[in-house]
C-alpha cells in the first residue's frame, strides 16, 4: 500500500510578515522575499531537487502564473522553500517552507498494511525529529535578521513534528481507518475521488496530477488549523488572565493592551496572507481544504475565534479604562490636597499680613493658628491618601449599624416561659388559658359548649 506521510512542524524563530509583506530601507516586498528564498536556499545542503508531489515548473515560459499548478503561483502562495532532500535513514523528504513560520516533511512510503505502517511511523519519528531540528537551524541561519521574530510563548512546541496526516493511495476498504469510512468527508477530484479524515486522508482511482492536488490542499488547510489554534489558545489564555485585581499595576495592564493589539494585527495578518494563498489555489486543492475544514471543524472555530477577539477587546478596553479612571482619581485628589495645602498656607499669610508683631495680642494665637492649620493639612493629606479605604469603612459601619436593632428585634420577640400554661381539659371544665398578645388578654374556653358547636 503507497502511503504519503506528511508531518508539520514550527520554526523556532518566526518570519516577520511585517519587514516581509512591507519592504524596508526603500526595498519592495518581493526583493525581500527573493533574499529570504536566497538565503534559505543557500544555507540548505546542495543537493536538493525540485519537490515531489509539488508545482511543475514551466520552462521558457514569459508570463509568471502561466499554470495554476505552476511555480509562480506557489511564489504566491507565499512559500519560501520547497525542494526535496535525500537522508540516509529515511530517504527522500520533500521539505516545504512557508511564510507563516511553518513548515512540512513529506515522505513517501510502501507499507503492507495499516499495522506495518505504525510500525514504521515509529521508527521515524525520532531521526525525522533530528532532521527537523537540523532543518529549521538552516533555515533561521539564512533568513535575514531584519526578517526574524521570537517564538510566540502560547504556541506548539517548535522544532519537531507535531502529528502524522497518512494519504493512503487506492488502501483496501477493509484495511480503511475507522476515521475515514465512517466520518470521512468525501470530495470529486480531476480523476478519482479523495476522502479525507481526521489523521487519514484516502485518495481512490487518480493519478499523479491529482495526488499532488490533495496534498498541496492538506498543506494548505493544516497551516489554517495551525494558525486557528494558536490564536484560540492566546485568546482563552488571556481571557482566563486578564486582571481586575486591586494588586494589578498599570505596567502590567499596558502590557495586556500591547499584547492584545498585537495579537490582533498578527492574527488578522496571517488570515489575510492565508486568504492570499487560497485565492492562487487549484480547484481541486481548495476543494479539498474545504473538506478537511468541514471533518477537522475548522471554520466554527475560527468563527469562535472572532468572538473570543471581539471579547477580548471589550475586557481589554474596560480593565484600561478601570485603571484609567483610578488614576485620574488619584489625580483628582491630589490636585485636592495640594489646593487644600496651598489655601492653608495662605492663611498664614493673610493673618501675618493683617497683624504685626509689634502689636500686643498678635503674638498669642500664632501657635494655635499654627497647630489648627496643620492638623487641617494633615488631615486633608490622610483623607486623600487613604480615601479609597472610606467607601469599605462606611459600607462595615452600616453593616453593624443594621445587625444590633435585628439582634435585638430577635431577642425581644422570643416567648416568655410563663405566657403559656399546660391545662387538662378533662379535669377543669372552665380554665382561662393565656394567649400570647399584644393586649395581653385572657381567652375563656369552655369544653362543653365548644364540644355541642
Not at 535513514?89 to 495499516?114: C, H, Q
Request: glycine share 6%; aromatic share 8%; net charge negative.
Amino acid at each position: 500500500m503507497r502511503v504519503i506521510e506528511v508531518a508539520p512542524f514550527l520554526l523556532p524563530r518566526r518570519i516577520s510578515l511585517e519587514n516581509l509583506l512591507i519592504g524596508q530601507n526603500g526595498e519592495s516586498p518581493e526583493r525581500h522575499f527573493a533574499k529570504l528564498r536566497a538565503g534559505i536556499a543557500a544555507a540548505m545542503p546542495a543537493d536538493i531537487r525540485p519537490p515531489i508531489f509539488g508545482p511543475s515548473v514551466v520552462e521558457g515560459s514569459k508570463v509568471f502564473i502561466n499554470q495554476h499548478r505552476s511555480l509562480g503561483a506557489a511564489e504566491v502562495e507565499n512559500e519560501v522553500f520547497d525542494r526535496t532532500l535525500h537522508t540516509e535513514d529515511i530517504g527522500d523528504v520533500r521539505l516545504y517552507i512557508s511564510s507563516l513560520s511553518i513548515g512540512f516533511a513529506i515522505i513517501p512510503l510502501e507499507v503492507a498494511d495499516l499495522d506495518a505502517l505504525h510500525v514504521r511511523e515509529r521508527e521515524l519519528i525520532d531521526p525525522l525529529n533530528q532532521h527537523i531540528r537540523h532543518w529549521c537551524h538552516l533555515v533561521t541561519s539564512g533568513m535575514p535578521p531584519a526578517l526574524q521574530g521570537p517564538h510566540p510563548w502560547w504556541n506548539l512546541e517548535p522544532m519537531r513534528a507535531l502529528w502524522w496526516h497518512r494519504v493512503m493511495v487506492d488502501p483496501p476498504r477493509r484495511g480503511r481507518p475507522v476515521t475515514i469510512r465512517p466520518f470521512g468527508e468525501s470530495c470529486t477530484l480531476a480523476s478519482g475521488t479523495c476522502v479525507v479524515g481526521n489523521g487519514y486522508t484516502a485518495v481512490l482511482t487518480t493519478d499523479e496530477e491529482s495526488l499532488a492536488d490533495v496534498v498541496e490542499g492538506l498543506l494548505y488547510a493544516q497551516q489554517r488549523w495551525i494558525l486557528t489554534d494558536e490564536a484560540s489558545k492566546f485568546t482563552g489564555k488571556r481571557l482566563a488572565t486578564i486582571g481586575f485585581k486591586e494588586g494589578a499595576g498599570v505596567t502590567s495592564v499596558d502590557t495586556q493592551f500591547t499584547e492584545t493589539l498585537d495579537l490582533t494585527r498578527t492574527v488578522i495578518l496571517r488570515d489575510v496572507v492565508l486568504k492570499n494563498q487560497s485565492r492562487h489555489l487549484a480547484n481541486a486543492r481548495l476543494t479539498v481544504s474545504q473538506a478537511a475544514d468541514i471533518v477537522w471543524r475548522t471554520a466554527e472555530e475560527a468563527a469562535q475565534l472572532d468572538d473570543r477577539l471581539r471579547s477580548l477587546r471589550i475586557l481589554t478596553t474596560l480593565n484600561w479604562q478601570q485603571r484609567q479612571n483610578n488614576r485620574d482619581d488619584r489625580r483628582n485628589r491630589l490636585i485636592f490636597v495640594f489646593t487644600a495645602v496651598t489655601l492653608f498656607q495662605s492663611i498664614l499669610l493673610w493673618y501675618d499680613f493683617l497683624t504685626n508683631q509689634a502689636l500686643a495680642a498678635a503674638g498669642e494665637p500664632r501657635s494655635g493658628i499654627a497647630y489648627v492649620v496643620l492638623l487641617l493639612s494633615v488631615a486633608v493629606v490622610f483623607a486623600a491618601i487613604f480615601g479609597r479605604w472610606l467607601p469599605r469603612i462606611r459600607s462595615l459601619w452600616w453593616a453593624v449599624r443594621t445587625r444590633v436593632p435585628e439582634r435585638e428585634h430577635l431577642a425581644n420577640s422570643r416567648p416568655q416561659g410563663d405566657e403559656y400554661e399546660l391545662v387538662d381539659l378533662a379535669i377543669s371544665e372552665e380554665l382561662p388559658v393565656r394567649v400570647p398578645s399584644s393586649a395581653d388578654h385572657t381567652v375563656q374556653i369552655h369544653p362543653q359548649r365548644s364540644a355541642e358547636e
